[in-house]
């Protein structure tokens, strides 16, 4: 490749002298150096430093699909061309958060907001940070491709030249204005093991000058797809001869190493026809439900990593029998996250008006990063909308499914399982009574469920919960008794 641009070169050169004008073949301009020298030239020896103000949507597990959480935040940044550093503070309603970060081309410190320690950083979070900071500045990104010599792409466009390369894990794109050289957007594209194929755009406008640093005012980042929507707004910035040291390493202080938690599941036959698998690595608690001919499977936690090994268990619990039927309790990732591959299995999934837009969303989002089953042989999505009720039968043996939607107090699409033989209730995560001490309060969640349960007359004896299973010192397996005698308790 070395070779073979400056022979182009000349071969373009020899056409501009035969007087022929147009060069398309000859590739894309090469606008990075123009646009290094105006963006990132002017800080390999000094800092530039500026306050910011933000806004920041989070999904968070919130009532419903796609609800986002409001923050906004203010902060002031010190950056040069390899070296970042922040301080700021995120609020939400009356709540302020203080956070710091400290990147060097050494290591990456960050204190998350609210704590006061160290947050654990992996070596990938320090290897792609570049793309973390150019929610603020872009310097560090225009750095990296400048210094690895990445040559313009061939999706560039008259107006817009290109640039590709993989940051680690992240694919990266940055978009140079061919009319100034300014870079106009940078594009990442990651794996969310949600939501799979991932991009965030972050738009540079109201470019400013300092000297001969040429930097944006605006920032605009759009998020998983463009579903939430950032802005940053820079104030006026200054030369700095250096950054502050706003956080030190305590001693023998690494950056981790990325560790996924081993996959652990074990399974228990909690009564002659359901199931429970302990999905240990989680925490979670999915519950299998064996009629006569088929399987339903309520649950499977944030992947699909995680539904294909659901499906695995249940294939030994039952050898033979389909699944068919998928159910989570609600949308949240715990419970929804490992849907796809019971879409590939052919499952009917058993939702909600409120979710079904959501679950169809999930289904179909690409995969290319890190393939599962339903990328590699996509499937039609089959779903079936429970209104308030549904009952599975089979000989005598029955399911009964409840939507108690905004009763949880938690989300608007709860489901709760109930299976009259067994006086058994099954929900997701809306009790939380301590394994030990006295008795308190019922939570506004827990007493949604006690009165759910009342006005549809179920006769329960047990609950059993989803979702914490050892973490946080709360009872799982649950007398509805001890819900009940919370109600009393003042
Ligand atoms: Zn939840």
Redesign the pocket.
């Known amino acids: 490749m070395k070779l073979k641009r400056p022979a182009l070169l000349l071969t373009a050169g020899l056409l501009l002298r035969l007087g022929i004008t147009t060069l398309a073949w000859a590739g894309p301009p090469d606008n990075l150096r123009a646009c290094w020298n105006q963006q990132a030239k002017p800080m390999q020896t000094q800092y530039v430093s500026f306050p910011y103000r933000e806004t920041l949507a989070k999904l968070e ?1 919130s009532f419903q699909p796609w609800q986002q959480t409001a923050y906004t935040g203010a902060g002031r940044v010190w950056t040069n061309a390899t070296g970042f550093a922040k301080s700021d503070t995120l609020r939400k309603g009356a709540a302020t958060y203080f956070s710091q970060t400290q990147f060097t081309g050494a290591t990456l410190l960050f204190q998350d907001y609210g704590d006061k320690e160290l947050s654990s950083v992996t070596t990938a979070a320090f290897q792609e940070y570049a793309v973390q900071a150019a929610r603020y500045a872009p310097g560090l990104l225009i750095q990296h491709f400048y210094g690895r010599h990445i040559a313009p792409d061939p999706e560039s466009t008259p107006a817009l030249t290109v640039y590709k390369a993989t940051v680690n894990r992240v694919l990266v794109r940055l978009f140079i204005r061919t009319a100034d050289n300014q870079l106009s957007k940078v594009t990442s594209l990651h794996h969310d093991e949600l939501f799979g194929d991932v991009t965030t755009t972050y738009s540079y406008r109201d470019y400013a000058r300092l000297g001969k640093l040429v930097y944006p005012r605006t920032i605009v980042i759009e998020s998983i797809n463009g579903k939430l929507t950032d802005t940053v707004t820079i104030g006026a910035a200054a030369v700095a001869a250096t950054a502050p040291v706003l956080l030190t390493a305590p001693a023998g202080y690494a950056l981790a190493p990325e560790t996924a938690a081993k996959p652990e599941t074990t399974v228990e036959q909690f009564r002659p026809r359901l199931h429970l698998l302990n999905l240990k690595h989680t925490d979670d608690r999915v519950l299998v439900v064996e009629f006569d001919t088929f399987l339903l499977v309520a649950e499977a936690p944030l992947n699909s990593e995680n539904g294909e090994l659901i499906i695995g268990a249940a294939r030994r619990i039952a050898p033979g029998k389909p699944i068919r039927y998928f159910v989570a309790g ?1 949308y ?1 990732p ?2 929804l996250g490992g849907v796809r591959p019971f879409v590939h299995k052919g499952a009917t999934v058993l939702t909600t008006a409120a979710d079904l837009p959501y679950v169809q969303y999930l289904a179909a989002a690409p995969h290319t990063l890190q393939p599962d089953s339903l990328q590699r042989q996509p499937r039609p999505l089959r779903t079936e909308e429970i209104v308030n009720r549904k009952t599975i039968a089979e000989g005598a043996f029955r399911m009964e499914i409840y939507v108690i939607g905004s009763q949880s107090q ?2 608007n699409d709860y489901l709760i399982y109930y299976f009259p033989t067994e006086k058994i209730l099954f929900q ?2 809306l009790v939380w009574i301590a394994k030990q001490g006295e008795p308190r309060k019922a939570s506004a969640r827990q007493a949604g469920l006690y009165h759910a349960v009342l006005a549809l007359g179920l006769d329960v004896q047990t609950i059993v919960q989803s979702w914490p299973v050892r973490d946080y010192g709360v009872k799982t397996i649950i007398p509805f008794s001890e819900l009940q005698e919370s109600m009393s308790v003042k």
Do not use: I
């Open positions: 597990h609600h949240h715990h419970y938690h989300t997701d995560d």
